[in-house]
């Protein structure tokens, strides 16, 4: 049926390759790994990190011990001009000696029972970080597993927001390099699954 649609029109297999191009894109610009965010190079690394941008343990420890000082010193001046950062925001930074250009501090929310609108704030964690890799014109963005430890989301639910927002940005991006770095088994089983 492709071939003989293509034989009556030039423009229909345009289309048709246009279309089959982004379906492939899709395939192919979600990843998952397994281990430290801190050793996967990309044009942003994201970072699960906490209102008053004081990293501390966690992933967040983790970025700031790998990227050196100069991340907090980025971290002070936001906070010293803009205040604190708000759930389901973000912002960036230098990335320091980290693998990539910029860090993005995204502020997921601390789990309530779900009552909380947890599940929008999540979501707007991503959103707000694909927002800022659009504004400076990145091609590729890991991400943690952002609220799933000390703050508690469950794994599930939290994994099938990511990938959710991620699909959604790569219609709109399909460009876009998206690999989620998982440190625990668990969450990276999930997304090997969610992702097959
Ligand atoms: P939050 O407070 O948002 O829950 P955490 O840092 O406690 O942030 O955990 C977020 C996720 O990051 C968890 O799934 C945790 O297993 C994972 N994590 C912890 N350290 C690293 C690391 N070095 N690289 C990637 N993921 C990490």
């Not at 004081?54 to 970025?63: C, E, Q």
């Not at 609220?147 to 990938?163: E, M, Q």
Request: proline share 4%; hydrophobic share 45%; with cysteine.
């Amino acid at each position: 049926m492709f071939l003989s649609r293509t034989l009556v029109t030039g423009r229909s297999i345009t289309f048709e390759c246009l279309f089959w191009f982004v379906i492939y894109s899709i395939r192919v610009t979600i990843s998952v790994v397994k281990g430290n965010i801190t050793t996967v190079t990309a044009d942003a690394i994201v970072n699960a990190a906490n209102a008053s941008l004081a990293g501390r343990v966690g992933v967040d420890g983790a970025i700031h011990r790998a990227g050196g000082p100069a991340i907090m010193e980025a971290c002070d001046r936001i906070r010293n001009t803009t205040g604190r950062c708000a759930t389901g925001s973000a912002v960036l930074t230098i990335a320091g000696k980290l693998p990539a250009r910029y860090v993005i501090h995204a502020v997921g929310p601390v789990w309530k029972g779900g009552t909380g609108g947890e599940a929008e704030l999540l979501a707007g964690a991503y959103r707000s970080s694909v927002a800022l890799v659009q504004k400076q014109r990145l091609t590729s963005v890991t991400f943690p597993n952002i609220s799933t430890g000390v703050y508690g989301f469950p794994k599930l639910p939290a994994a099938d927001i990511a990938i959710r927002t991620a699909k959604a940005w790569l219609l709109q991006d399909p460009y876009l390099r998206i690999i989620f770095v998982c440190f625990y088994d668990e969450n990276y089983e999930v997304y090997k699954e969610r992702l097959a």
